[in-house]
């Protein structure tokens, strides 16, 4: 009998090209993850990519505001940290066995109403890293701003 893989889920997003970065500390007086039950519930994480936000801004279609497609690109960051901080957790993204609900916030202008295009971005990406058990229920909200004057904020609920 064959041994099973290690670390399926961490092969997984190197083959994606996302490899698990390390966990962003808290910008403010939180942690990035707490484990509650068999339930795992990520701060919000923010689309740092080696130290730094990738983009700034408010989302939006015109000139000078962050694009809705890198939006989405920001939204897939955000939750490949928030992977990070679910294995600072419980140790191994091999033990999650259901990605139970997504809260994402896009720093948009009024007249956007594309939120739910952008978060589209984690969605599916979670879905591309875990198959059917990365399927979740989400929101996606429009606010005014957010820390940093990140673009995208993502948070995350998983079952192990």
Request: with cysteine.
């Amino acid at each position: 009998m064959s041994q099973p893989i290690q670390n399926r889920i961490e092969q997984r997003l190197i083959e994606l090209g996302s490899p698990l970065p390390e966990v962003a500390k808290p910008v403010a007086a939180y942690v990035p993850s707490v484990v509650s039950g068999n339930l795992v519930f990520t701060s919000g994480q923010l689309p740092f990519k080696d130290g730094a936000l990738i983009a700034t801004g408010k989302v939006g279609e015109t000139d000078g505001l962050v694009d809705p497609a890198l939006a989405k690109t920001l939204a897939r960051q955000c939750a490949l940290n928030a992977l990070a901080a679910i294995k600072l957790a419980i140790g191994d993204l091999d033990r999650v066995t259901r990605i139970v609900k997504v809260v994402g916030f896009v720093s948009s202008v009024p007249e956007f109403t594309g939120q739910p295009g952008v978060m589209n971005g984690a969605s599916e990406f979670l879905v591309e890293v875990f198959g059917d058990k990365g399927i979740h229920a989400r929101s996606a909200v429009g606010v005014p701003s957010l820390p940093l004057d990140s673009a995208v904020e993502v948070e995350l609920i998983a079952e192990f």
